[in-house]
């Protein structure tokens, strides 16, 4: 039974560009998180997705973020224009349902912006 | 003021010693995670815990939901238990998918 799976592990950018993180949940999960982990700080809610549904963008950033859960395929988190603040490991998870269920993370996208 | 707080920030330890890592959060809480997070690595879910005490192997998570706070111990600690362990809690109401995180506890177990 594969494990949540992300992709790419490493990004580089360069300012300007798009970047576009995948991630696949684990088997029978319909529940999708993304989370940003900045240097030298704990990792931080971005948004929460069901199949083809934002159920909580909080936490993502207001311009140049966005992300999709499509009803075939991965979760995708597209950040337009990069810009070196950007930079960061960026986790997914998922689970079967939300609530107190379990999050089972990913291996994280590590996105490098020069 | 972080809602979550962990200490210490970095621990060393001699191979064999009994590890503790705390953890203190101010909110009310629907459950509390350990993460170990490996360097350049994923993060694994350790624990999920909303009273009581878990045990799986060496490792030990217990919560006291009266005092906000808990604890991870590591019974006869190994270099492979090094890493970065993540106290983490899910909010309440209809917003307990959030979590919020600690910054982390950097432990190194040297042979």
């Known amino acids: 039974n594969a494990g949540v799976m992300q992709n790419p592990r490493h990004l580089v950018r360069r300012r300007g560009q798009e970047a576009r993180l995948r991630c696949s949940p684990m088997?029978?999960?319909?529940?999708v998180y993304w989370y940003r982990q900045l240097p030298e700080e704990g990792l931080k809610f971005m948004v929460y997705?069901?199949?083809?549904?934002?159920?909580?963008e909080s936490g993502m950033p207001k311009e140049r973020f966005s992300a999709e859960f499509p009803k075939e395929g991965p979760s995708i988190l597209r950040i337009q224009q990069v810009v070196r603040g950007d930079s960061a490991a960026y986790f997914c998870?998922?689970?079967?349902?939300?609530?107190?269920?379990?999050?089972?993370f990913g291996p994280g996208t590590r996105l490098t912006v020069l | 003021k972080n809602e979550v707080e962990q200490s210490p920030q970095n621990l060393t330890a001699q191979e064999g010693e009994f590890i503790t890592i705390n953890c203190s959060y101010s909110?009310?809480?629907?459950?509390l995670h350990w993460l170990q997070q490996h360097p350049g690595g994923g993060i694994v879910s350790l624990f999920m815990?909303?009273?009581g005490k878990k045990k799986h192997g060496r490792l030990i998570a217990t919560i006291n939901i009266q005092e906000k706070h808990s604890s991870l111990h590591i019974t006869a600690s190994h270099p492979r238990d090094s890493a970065v362990y993540i106290c983490?809690?899910?909010?309440?109401?209809?917003?307990?998918?959030?979590?919020?995180f600690g910054k982390g506890t950097l432990l190194t177990v040297n042979p």
């Open positions: 997705l069901q199949k083809e549904n934002i159920i909580d």
């Open positions: 909110v009310g809480i629907s459950a």
């Open positions: 088997k029978g999960h319909s529940h």
């Open positions: 983490a809690v899910g909010a309440t109401g209809g917003s307990n998918y959030k979590l919020t």
């Open positions: 998870a998922s689970s079967p349902s939300g609530g107190t269920v379990g999050q089972f």
């Open positions: 815990l909303s009273s």
